[in-house]
């Protein structure tokens, strides 16, 4: 018979402050799906990464999920190509920015 080994230990990691919490900077739904784009900084600009989840209500708690039906998947495609949208317009924005504030070359 073989021995149940222990659950691995997941590491703890610190719990950020209430103003360190990050917010999507879009998002959209239709009816209990969701899309979010979450922005990152990095040493090149910023980059953007979308997640996609499922509301449902457990007894009296909602809670959310990342698996989907059948019927969810072209409506997440639109979804998915909302958030394009609004990505391309930002990196568009950003191109025109710096295109603005930089100086001309001779």
Not at 9 to 32: D, G, I, N, Y
């Amino acid at each position: 018979m073989a021995k149940a080994r222990p659950a691995p230990t997941q590491p703890k990691l610190p719990l950020k402050e209430p103003e360190q919490l990050s917010m999507p900077v879009f998002s959209c739904r239709h009816r209990a799906l969701k899309a979010a784009v979450w922005q990152n900084d990095s040493a090149n600009g910023p980059f953007y990464n979308v997640t996609v989840s499922r509301s449902y209500k457990d007894g009296d708690t909602w809670k959310e999920s990342s698996s989907f039906g059948y019927d969810d998947i072209l409506p997440i495609a639109e979804l998915l190509r909302t958030c394009h949208g609004f990505i391309s317009r930002e990196i568009a924005k950003a191109k025109s920015a710096a295109k603005a504030t930089a100086t001309p070359g001779n």
